[in-house]
């Protein structure tokens, strides 16, 4: 008897169809799965033999363009299984890369996952913490005292 899929709404659904779906014990892979209009997804697609931690910019890149042929996928979402690390230097720029990948095709990157040794982690949130940082430095907040 086939189920219904859930929509994935939040980033803890998210993260459960990943862990579920990545290999056991952990290798690293890129995960990716899109979704309709409805936070609805069919399939998660898993690259294995991934060699270099930008081999998630071609294998996305490829899942956009194939994603932007059917019209009602919506959004992606994204994950590196990196057993032996976590958050890397350029993973920042990676993770604006993988938005501006599905920008340009008219998708809605929902979150790019790392998954390694410490667990979950999200570039976005790095990214933000970074721009935050950055701004709070610029003259417009300088404080003479």
């Not at 980033?11 to 056991?24: E, F, G, K, Q, V």
């Not at 350029?90 to 095709?105: K, N, P, S, T």
């Not at 950055?134 to 417009?140: I, K, M, N, T, V």
């Amino acid at each position: 008897m086939l189920t219904t899929p859930r929509p994935v709404r939040t980033d803890s659904d998210a993260l459960d169809i990943l862990t579920h779906a990545m290999l056991l014990p952990p290798q690293p892979e890129v995960l990716t799965f899109v979704l309709d209009q409805h936070h609805i997804g069919g399939l998660v697609l898993s690259c294995t033999g991934i060699a270099h931690h930008d081999d998630v910019l071609g294998v996305t890149s490829v899942v956009v363009r194939a994603a932007s042929l059917h019209p009602a996928a919506t959004s992606l979402v994204v994950a590196s299984v990196r057993p032996h690390h976590g958050f890397l230097p350029g993973d920042i720029a990676r993770w604006v890369e993988l938005d501006q990948l599905c920008e340009v095709e008219g998708l809605h990157l929902v979150e790019w996952y790392i998954l390694g040794v410490h667990g979950a982690e999200l570039p976005r949130l790095r990214y933000r913490s970074e721009e935050h940082t950055s701004e709070l430095q610029s003259l417009a907040y300088l404080v003479c005292r």
